[in-house]
């Protein structure tokens, strides 16, 4: 497994931008895919965007295309989430995740970190 480590969180004004981060450490030759996933007070919790490690490909939810974008860099086993254009209903914990080779699905999960976007 791998242990994944969230930062970047905080408290922004809507239109703002803010990145996040993930580092993993562990097994990281392991890892097939990273995602970044959020929840907000209530609602459950949703995918928000992943990239393919080895590959870069990315993928995205509809509700965040355009505004937000993820990358990662191999050398560091850190993942990122450049976030745009912010709202309101941005507002969650954000949690990285990890799918490792041959699991086939989100097993290894970060703490989560606090975004917050006031109007």
């Known amino acids: 497994q791998v242990q994944l480590a969230e930062s970047g969180g905080g408290l922004v004004q809507a239109g703002d931008s803010l990145r996040l981060s993930c580092a993993a450490s562990g097994r990281t030759r392991s890892m097939f895919t990273m995602g970044w996933f959020r929840q907000a007070p209530g609602k459950e919790r949703e995918f928000v965007a992943s990239?393919?490690?080895?590959?870069?490909?990315?993928n995205f939810a509809d509700s965040v295309k355009g505004r937000f974008t993820i990358s990662r860099d191999m050398a560091r086993n850190t993942m990122y989430l450049q976030m745009n254009s912010l709202k309101p209903v941005d507002t969650a914990v954000y949690y990285c995740?990890?799918?490792?080779w041959g699991e086939g699905r989100y097993n290894c999960w970060g703490q989560g970190t606090q975004v917050t976007v006031s109007s």
């Open positions: 995740a990890a799918v490792m």
């Open positions: 990239i393919n490690w080895s590959g870069g490909s990315t």
